[in-house]
């Protein structure tokens, strides 16, 4: 197969795009900010698929690190109105059918299917049942990998929160597995698929009916990629979400915090997943006075390098500490996401700059609020 | 670009700014490739090599390499060219896109030094912090950068009023065909009557004279409020009447575009996203008139009172559903992200349904973008649908941007829908051959806001005679080697027959 033959319909995107020609995408690419070439933009990729489908470019290394550099965050998409992050992902499908991946990404695809999550972790260092014991129930919360593996911080939030509030969500343990989505964005589509079979399996044997997420990426997994391929009868929200319903239907006591945080928006939580006032509303409810990063907020918001943290991690921590700067003009001295990916590239952008700053998930803050 | 020289070339580019920022594979030179100018589908115009400068001193670095070997040099800001005007023709591009820092805001003075890559946008974006505003304001703002708006004397939004760049450059550091660094223009006052005012011969000069590296310009206090009011009238002239009687009156638009009823389809995008139906538009309508005000509230909601007293003396009828007014705004002006909003009612795109690639699915805009004087606009329109018509292109709709201070100098866009086949394409520039000449001929010019280009070149002979040796004399005292984008402004059209 041709990369034409993956992207079908969307091949006329890209000569729409080079009719276009618009360039309103390449100037804020976080990729392109510290690399430079146009061809790490938007524009640049789909100029670059048209070389392919027209068989002008060849399957180079260079032409593999500029499509897997991408973080996918979708600025591009949001200023425009075509499906540039699919394109991209359709892309890598082929250049993983051509075997055309860089070493780190068949690492990581390798580390899934083995031990069920993306570092390398020990299965059982995934499902902390310990802390948290398995437990039916129709309302569970995935964990994800990252959260058990290297924000445990969280994962006590939360337990904390279900202690306090009485809001006991059911949870999966060795049932729920790496919800694949990293497999989905590199285009390991069939270990991807895999993934996701024995998550719907699991799910339709205990018989979930609400999934509540605290990571985005398990959020989109779950809600929309699956659904692409399978009829999913659940529903999926993220904890933002799942705290907003609660908070609104007066469903939890809690004080009131006070002071300014300022809210970074995840990628994958706000433009793919369209969730954008929800945390804030939260955040606000507990007493908390959100500042936005200027000009660069809600669908606008630019990337943390999260995403592309595992895969390339120097070109991750120039972007991080972009964004980074960004927050702190506000004058917070806390940062309050709803990702604990973009937490962790936040918190290593700090570190980076030799900056004291609070990085906070919202589960965390919720849980100061339940002492 | 032979092989030979293109290695020496490179490891001479390599040693100046490191490995990571000069690129001679296909993948880095790709994207480079087109400008926004009508072309076939598989179209594409391949410089060699890729650079990347960070200040001045590189720039003029690579330009002394470029004329040691005698190869060419195309600067590219934003790549959104209508002319090709930074399609490279081989040799080296000059990616100006890593020069966009601000050097100094001196809000005392109310002008600013930045870098020429910086797109307009951003700048604004960092003016805010200080209440300033650049009001230089061209619609491809979020790419478009300072130099590539010297380079090309680009339309803005706000001219009417605060007029096109040469209202606004004090001074530039350019970089000639030589590779010498040199400062044009007075510093930081626009007004001097010392010496030659060299840095104008940069206006529209479309990177034939050297690359504009740095610029301090002239900014505004941002205004406190903005309102905006739009018109129906039976006819251009009778618009344009109204506007003339306006300004004598000394009621002073921000900004102010006069267009058919074609073009109102375009530019409300916005509105039809939102409702699914075009906005009313009375039988009886030609040309709609849309105009802006700033300043105090008191102020502002004085001049559209009085304008629409004006308007109805002259045979128009002010538009009254508010949200046409609002959603036009947004699809025209307002770009895409929320920080260029600066009043309540000024809304952004709606995210993820930009409207240039959403109208652009099957057929692009194209357009001759001429001026003429104002008593021609009736006329030229008429021209435009006799040409359009008779080279078979769709009418996509007119419009006059006012582009002067307090003066009815005019700048117009006539656009056509073009395919992407050979013969659509070729059908647009033998259209846009004939507006050219037409524009000249009513005693205009045959561009307004896109330079020559490579579209133009050696067609604009027909508007200069031979005043275009002269200009040719010109270049070569800064481009004595003929190496800063050939191809623009002189010899043979790539485009037109």
Redesign the interface.
């Known amino acids: 197969m041709n990369l034409r033959d993956y992207l079908k319909d969307l091949v ?1 995107n890209l ?10 995408c ?3 690419c976080p990729v392109r900010r510290v ?5 790490y ?1 938007s ?2 990729r789909m ?2 698929a048209r ?1 392919i489908v ?1 068989g ?2 060849g399957l ?1 290394e ?2 593999v690190d ?1 499509y897997f550099k991408c973080t996918l965050c979708g600025y591009c ?6 499906d540039n992050t699919r394109i991209f992902r359709n892309v890598r499908k082929f250049l993983v059918s051509k075997n055309a991946v860089p070493r780190i990404h068949r690492e990581i695809r390798d580390s899934i299917v083995s031990s069920d999550n993306p570092y390398s972790a020990e299965r059982r260092a995934k499902t902390p049942v310990q802390v948290l014991p398995p437990r039916k129930s129709k309302t569970i919360i995935f964990l994800g990998c990252t959260i058990p593996i290297s924000r445990r911080q969280i994962l006590l939030s939360l337990k904390k929160f279900m202690e306090k509030s009485g809001m006991t969500l059911g949870y999966l343990g060795p049932d729920e597995y790496c919800c694949g989505l990293v497999l989905y964005e590199i285009g390991f589509e069939k270990e991807f698929l895999e993934q996701a079979e024995k998550n719907i399996k699991s799910f339709k044997e205990s018989g979930v009916e609400r999934i509540v997420t605290i990571c985005p990426g398990c959020y989109i997994a779950l809600k929309e990629r699956y659904s692409e391929y399978f009829d999913v009868d659940y529903e999926v929200l993220h904890i933002s979400e799942y705290l907003y319903e609660l908070m609104n239907k007066n469903k939890i006591k809690y004080r009131k915090l006070s002071g300014e945080i300022v809210y970074h928006d995840p990628c994958h939580l706000t433009r793919h997943g369209k969730v954008v006032e929800e945390p804030r509303a939260v955040l606000e409810w507990l007493g908390l006075t959100v500042l936005e990063a ?7 918001s630019r990337c943390c390098g999260g995403s592309i943290l595992s895969f390339y991690p120097d070109l991750a921590s120039e972007i991080g500490v972009m964004r980074l700067r960004e927050l702190l003009s506000t004058g917070a001295e806390t940062i309050v996401s709803g990702c604990e990916i973009c937490e962790i590239a936040l918190d290593k952008a700090a570190m980076r700059e030799n900056v004291f700053v609070d990085v906070l998930d919202i589960v965390e803050v919720l849980s100061t609020a339940l002492s | 670009m032979d092989k030979e020289v293109l290695k020496r070339v490179y490891s001479k580019l390599v040693e100046l700014l490191g490995e990571e920022r000069v690129s001679v594979a296909i993948e880095d030179r790709l994207p480079y490739s087109r400008n926004w100018n009508p072309c076939t589908r598989d179209f594409r115009a391949l410089p060699d090599i890729v650079v990347l400068p960070k200040s001045t001193e590189e720039v003029s670095q690579v330009v002394k390499v470029a004329y040691e070997y005698k190869i060419p040099v195309t600067p590219r800001g934003g790549g959104t060219s209508m002319s090709g005007g930074s399609l490279a023709r081989g040799g080296i591009l000059v990616d100006m896109k890593l020069m966009d820092r601000v050097l100094e805001v001196d809000k005392e003075n109310y002008v600013v030094r930045v870098q020429a890559g910086i797109p307009i946008l951003r700048l604004n974006e960092e003016l805010r912090k200080y209440g300033l505003w650049f009001p230089y304001d061209v619609e491809s703002k979020a790419v478009a950068t300072v130099g590539s708006v010297i380079a090309l004397r680009s339309d803005g939004t706000f001219n009417i009023r605060y007029g096109k760049i040469e209202n606004h450059l004090c001074s530039i550091t350019v970089v000639t065909g030589t590779g010498e660094v040199v400062e044009l223009g007075h510093r930081k006052t626009l007004i001097s009557t010392s010496g030659y005012h060299l840095h104008w011969l940069f206006i529209s000069s479309e990177g034939t004279l050297g690359i504009v590296t740095e610029a301090v310009l002239r900014v505004v206090p941002a205004p406190p409020h903005r309102d905006i009011v739009g018109f129906f009238f039976p006819s251009f002239s009778h618009g344009v009447k109204a506007l003339v009687d306006m300004l004598k009156r000394g009621v002073l638009p921000e900004s102010a575009n006069l267009q058919c009823k074609n073009r109102l389809k375009f530019y409300t995008h916005a509105y039809r996203a939102k409702y699914g139906v075009e906005p009313k538009v009375p039988e009886w309508t030609e040309a709609v008139l849309f105009l802006s005000f700033a300043g105090d509230k008191d102020v502002v909601d004085f001049m559209m009172k009085k304008s629409r007293e004006i308007v109805r003396e002259h045979g128009g009828e002010p538009i009254e559903d508010r949200e046409v007014l609002e959603m036009w705004w947004t699809s025209k002006h307002v770009a895409i992200e929320p920080k260029e909003l600066r009043f309540p009612w000024e809304k952004p795109f709606i995210p993820f349904k930009q409207k240039w690639p959403d109208s652009q699915r099957t057929r692009r805009f194209g357009a001759a973008g001429v001026s003429v004087p104002v008593g021609k606009i009736q006329e030229m329109y008429r021209k435009y649908l006799e040409y359009s018509s008779k080279y078979g292109l769709e009418v996509l709709g007119m419009n006059v941007y006012f582009q002067h201070p307090n003066s009815t100098h005019v700048s117009i866009s006539f656009a056509v829908w073009v395919g992407d086949s050979e013969e659509e394409v070729r059908n647009f520039y033998r259209y846009l051959k004939e507006m050219a000449k037409t524009a000249v001929d009513l005693g205009g010019s045959m561009s307004a806001y896109y330079g020559d280009g490579e579209v133009l070149a050696g067609i604009n002979v027909y508007e200069h005679g031979n005043a275009l040796k002269y200009m040719l004399k010109i270049k070569e005292v800064f481009d004595p080697a003929g190496i800063m984008n050939p191809g623009k402004k002189f010899g043979e059209s790539r485009w037109v027959e």
Not at chain 1, 15 to 24: L, N, P, S, W
Not at chain 1, 35 to 39: I, K, Q, V
């Open positions: 006329d000569y729409t795009c080079a009719r276009t020609q618009c360039g309103f390449v100037y804020e690399l430079g070439f146009e061809t933009s524009r640049g100029h670059l070389g027209e002008n470019v180079t260079k032409l500029i998409e949001a200023v425009c109105a075509l200027p000009h660069y907020n809600k669908y606008y």
